[in-house]
């Protein structure tokens, strides 16, 4: 039974299906929100389509496809297909400049929340690249938790929630890592995303 069973696994995978793989990352825990503050992430996580970025002269533009070439070739190990790759990092690109956050620090916070795996459940339940828990679809989206695999939709609950934790820390980017988390004072988490950041970095930056 358990060599048919593990027959028809590998044989699933062989054949292009994608298991949902349990994630080793923690998660939000969950608070209440004043309805000012649930309204107004409610506002930021409105869906529609991240629309090509504009820029105001050609060096900004130029310097977003320089970022975008070298990113692509720093996630091909782990995304090998081209447009499914671009699409993903001109999404994170987009979420995270909307929510004001630093893009390789969200490249850092998928790495070690989920290894860039679309489809990763935690064994807390949080889901998908950024591992946002089920509660937030209830809380500040449509109620439909599965449209957190969704990765526009994923993506931008991480970035929202990740910048609401910054308002409330004031600012203090470690603090707001460990309550994205759910440890909240405890160094590990805050230093595996700050390290997995400096692998997302361009050549020079810091």
Known sequence: ??????????????????????????????????????SALSAAIAYSAPPKPRFDDVEARLAYLRWLGVMSE???????????????????WYEAKRAGLDPSLML??????????KYAI?????????????F??????????????HMQTNLRFGCVIL???LDREQGDMYL????Y????GRPEYPRAVFGARKQWLLPGEV
């Open 1 to 38: 039974m358990l060599r048919e069973r593990r027959g028809l696994m590998l044989g699933a995978l062989a054949a292009g299906f994608a298991w949902p793989r349990l994630s080793q990352a923690g998660a939000q825990l969950e608070e209440p929100l004043a309805d000012a503050v649930r």
């Open 74 to 92: 720093k996630l091909k190990p782990r995304k090998s297909e081209p447009q499914t790759r671009i699409e993903f990092l001109e999404t994170v």
């Open 108 to 117: 850092g916070l998928v790495q070690v929340e989920s290894g860039f795996r």
């Open 122 to 134: 935690s064994s807390a339940g949080a889901r998908g690249y950024t591992q946002v828990m089920p």
């Open 136 to 149: 937030w679809a209830k809380s500040i989206g449509d109620g439909q938790a599965s449209r957190l695999f």
């Open 163 to 165: 910048r609401h934790y």
């Open 176 to 179: 707001a890592l460990g309550r």
């Open 181 to 184: 988390n759910g440890s909240r």
